[in-house]
């Protein structure tokens, strides 16, 4: 079985962005997860397709909570935010356009059953929405994944129905241990492979056992990413049982 090839940076920020930009450069799709890391790799990011003379290309998501687009959970608003004024094609999951979308998107606390079928039901069209929008690019050049410490990425959480969906490339996810709260949408596996280059960022010593057993183990959800131009992009902290 093959393993996960690695590499530990002492600037895993400035690291992210030379590797984004040099598989970027016959330019297509970059998408971008949520979560905390991103906010630590925007601006270098920015900074780097600042410097970008290579073809068009277009940003867009892995995952996304449902949530609105101006809310603080939101991943494109901070992904958005923290790429403002570069000349490049935005593609965010969410287009909240009707009172009622608004309205379903908000409810997202305590929602009763009927509520709650109808978010689902909404997060389903804006998932088959997504799938027909990235069709649209080509190639699909790189996607930036994270590493949660229970070995999901994307939102593909462990036993959550999305791990097997071999049929979609963009679905409806929950994470039925409620770690990670709110329905998401998400890339499934078939998706995150077609790509031509995936980079899986983690920071910190709390990262330090996960990364261990994702180079090292198996049985985790993000052991179903294909390990050929998959890298792990990891700091010192996050390598100790690397290098241990």
Known sequence: ??????????????????????????????????GHTILELLA????????????PFAIGQVDERLVPSDDDRSNWMHISTGLDA????????ITCHTPTEKQLLADCETPDSGVLEARTALANGYAKRYEFLLAEYQPWSVVHLGLGTDGHTASLFPDSLALSNRSSLVTYNRDPSNANPLERI?????????????IVVATGPDKAAVVERAIHGDGLPIHSLDPTNTL??????AAQGLTS
């Open 44 to 55: 270098p990011l920015r900074s780097s397709l600042a410097e970008y003379s290579g073809q």
């Open 232 to 237: 792990f992009l990891v700091d010192r902290d």
């Open 186 to 198: 998400t890339l499934t596996f078939p998706a995150l492979n077609r790509f031509q280059f995936r």
């Open 86 to 93: 570069l000349d490049y094609l935005q593609l965010p999951m």
């Open 1 to 34: 079985m093959a393993q996960f090839q690695y590499e530990i940076a002492d600037d895993v920020p400035d690291r992210f962005g030379t590797h984004v930009i040099e598989h970027l450069s016959d330019g297509g799709l970059l998408l971008l997860s949520g």
